[in-house]
C-alpha cells in the first residue's frame, strides 16, 4: 500500500486563519504593553523581558482545550537610533531608553506553528502625545509607516514583489530617505518564518530577486526598514543574542554544556527564532551557543547599525492574502499628524494606493 504524503496546511485548511488570527492578537496585545514601557530611563532588558514573558502569558488563554504547541515566534527586541534590529539584550546588559530615542520594537507569536510578528517605531518621551518635530525622526518613521501602508495594498493576486519595491523606493525618496538594503519580506509557512518567497525592501545591483505575483492563500511578513543613512548597514560589534535552529544541519556536539543547549533549543525552539535570554542559565547558553556556531547549527541574526547620528524606522506586518480581499492580523496604526513634516508624498499613483480599503484589520 503507498504511504500518503500529508498535504500542506494552507488558509484554505479549516482553522488555521482562525490561528493566524489568534497568534497575530496575541503579538499586537503585547506590543502595546511593550510601547507603554518604552518611557525614557526604562531598561530595555526589563522591556524585553516583559514582552518575551507577556507572549507566554497571552498564549495560556488560546487554544487550551488540547494540548497545541504555542509559543514565541520571535523575541522581543528592542533596537534604537542607528541600530537596524535585532537588538534582545541579556541580564548584563544595563542599555536604557532615552528622551527622543527612535525605538524599533520586533516580537512575535505562534500557535501550532501559525505566526503572527510585529514590528512598530516610537520616539521615546515621556509625553506619549508630544509631536515629533518636523527632522529627520519625523521623516524616516513617516516614511517607513506610508510605505508598509501603500505596500500591504498592493498584496494581492495579480500584484508582483518588483511593484511593492518600486513603492517603497517612491515613498522614501519623498521623504528624503532611504530604504535599507538586505532586508527581505518572507512568505510565512507553518512553522516557518523565512519561506522562499520574497519581497526585497531595496533593489540593488548586487541584491535582486525573482519577479512573482503574489497568489491566494500565501502569508506575508511585510517587513519594512527605512533609513535617513544612505541604506548600507554594516555588522557591529554589538553582541549576538538572537539564533535560529539550522534544520538542515546536524552534529553530535563534544562539550556537556552544548549538549544541555542544543537539547533545550530542539525542545523549546526547534523551529523559530529565540534570544538565549530565554534560557535559565545564560552563561551556559553562551557556551553552547559558541559551539554551536562553530559547527552550523544555528543560524545568527547578526545586530547591524547604520552610522552613528543616523536614524532607523521598522514597521513589519503579518498579512493574509484571501481570494476576497487581503487581512492584516498584527500590526498597530501610529498617529500620522503626531509626526511633523515638510515633505510629501505627491505620486498620484501611490497616493491613489493610500485611499485603499483593507478587508479586515485586527487590532
Given at each position: 500500500m503507498?504511504?500518503?504524503?500529508p498535504?500542506?496546511e494552507?488558509?484554505?485548511t479549516p482553522g488555521?486563519i482562525?490561528?493566524?488570527?489568534a497568534?497575530?492578537k496575541?503579538a499586537n496585545?503585547?506590543?502595546?504593553?511593550?510601547?507603554a514601557?518604552?518611557v525614557?530611563?526604562?531598561?530595555?532588558?526589563d522591556i524585553c523581558?516583559?514582552?518575551d514573558n507577556?507572549i507566554?502569558n497571552?498564549?495560556?488563554k488560546v487554544?487550551?482545550?488540547?494540548?497545541?504547541e504555542k509559543?514565541l515566534a520571535?523575541?522581543?527586541?528592542?533596537?534604537v537610533?542607528?541600530?537596524?534590529?535585532?537588538y534582545?539584550?541579556?541580564?548584563?546588559?544595563e542599555?536604557?531608553l532615552?528622551?527622543g530615542d527612535?525605538?524599533?520594537?520586533?516580537?512575535?507569536?505562534h500557535?501550532d506553528?501559525?505566526i503572527?510578528?510585529?514590528?512598530?517605531?516610537v520616539v521615546v518621551?515621556?509625553?506619549p502625545?508630544?509631536p515629533?518635530?518636523a527632522?529627520r525622526?519625523s521623516?524616516v518613521v513617516?516614511?517607513?509607516?506610508n510605505?508598509?501602508?501603500a505596500?500591504?495594498?498592493?498584496?494581492?493576486?495579480?500584484?508582483?514583489?518588483a511593484?511593492?519595491?518600486?513603492?517603497?523606493?517612491?515613498i522614501?525618496?519623498?521623504y528624503k530617505v532611504?530604504?535599507?538594503e538586505?532586508?527581505?519580506?518572507h512568505?510565512?509557512k507553518?512553522?516557518l518564518?523565512?519561506?522562499?518567497?520574497?519581497?526585497i525592501n531595496?533593489?540593488t545591483f548586487d541584491?535582486r530577486?525573482e519577479?512573482?505575483?503574489f497568489?491566494?492563500n500565501?502569508?506575508f511578513a511585510?517587513?519594512?526598514?527605512?533609513t535617513?543613512?544612505?541604506g548600507?548597514?554594516k555588522?557591529s560589534?554589538?553582541r549576538?543574542t538572537?539564533y535560529?535552529?539550522?534544520?538542515e544541519?546536524t552534529?553530535t556536539?563534544?562539550?556537556?554544556n552544548a549538549?544541555?543547549?542544543?537539547?533545550?533549543?530542539?525542545?523549546k525552539f526547534?523551529?523559530l527564532?529565540?534570544?538565549?535570554r530565554s534560557?535559565t542559565?545564560?552563561i551556559?547558553a553562551?557556551?553552547?551557543?559558541?559551539?554551536?556556531m562553530?559547527h552550523d547549527l544555528l543560524?545568527?541574526y547578526?545586530?547591524?547599525v547604520?552610522?552613528t547620528?543616523?536614524?532607523?524606522?521598522h514597521?513589519q506586518?503579518?498579512?493574509?492574502?484571501?481570494?476576497?480581499?487581503?487581512?492584516?492580523?498584527t500590526g498597530?496604526?501610529?498617529n500620522v499628524d503626531?509626526?511633523k513634516?515638510?515633505?510629501k508624498?505627491?505620486?498620484?499613483?501611490?497616493l491613489e494606493?493610500l485611499?485603499?480599503?483593507?478587508?479586515?484589520?485586527?487590532a
Open positions: 503507498e504511504e500518503q504524503v498535504q500542506e494552507t488558509l484554505a488555521v482562525d490561528k493566524y488570527q497568534a497575530g496575541v496585545i503585547v506590543l502595546e504593553g511593550v510601547i514601557r518604552c525614557p530611563g526604562a531598561r530595555i532588558y523581558l516583559w514582552g507577556e507566554n497571552e498564549l495560556t487554544y487550551n482545550k488540547k494540548r497545541i509559543g520571535f523575541p522581543t527586541s528592542i533596537s537610533n542607528e541600530v537596524c534590529g535585532y534582545s539584550p541579556l541580564k548584563d546588559d542599555a536604557v532615552n528622551e527612535v525605538a524599533k520594537i520586533q516580537l512575535g507569536a500557535i506553528g501559525y503572527g510578528i510585529v514590528a512598530h517605531t518621551s515621556a509625553d502625545k508630544k515629533v518635530e527632522d525622526k521623516d513617516l516614511a517607513a509607516y510605505a508598509l501602508q505596500s500591504l495594498r498592493l498584496l494581492k493576486p495579480g500584484s508582483t514583489n511593484q511593492v519595491t518600486e513603492t517603497i523606493g517612491k522614501a525618496a519623498a532611504n530604504p535599507l538586505g532586508v527581505l519580506s512568505e510565512l507553518k512553522h518564518i523565512d519561506g522562499n518567497s520574497v519581497i531595496k533593489e541584491q530577486v519577479e512573482a505575483e497568489q491566494v500565501q502569508v511585510l517587513d519594512i526598514i527605512i535617513t543613512g544612505e548600507k548597514p555588522e560589534d554589538l549576538t538572537v535560529k535552529r539550522a534544520l544541519r552534529y556536539l563534544k562539550t556537556k549538549r544541555a543547549f542544543f537539547s533545550e533549543v530542539n525542545e526547534p523551529t527564532a529565540f534570544s538565549l534560557f542559565d545564560e551556559g553562551k557556551v553552547g551557543v559558541s559551539e554551536c562553530k543560524n545568527p547578526p545586530i547591524l547604520e552610522k547620528g543616523e536614524f532607523v524606522a514597521f506586518w503579518t498579512v493574509l492574502i484571501l481570494k476576497g480581499g487581503t487581512i492584516c492580523t498597530l496604526p501610529i503626531q509626526y513634516t515638510q515633505n508624498i505627491e505620486d498620484a499613483g501611490v494606493l485611499t485603499v480599503r483593507i478587508l479586515s484589520f485586527f
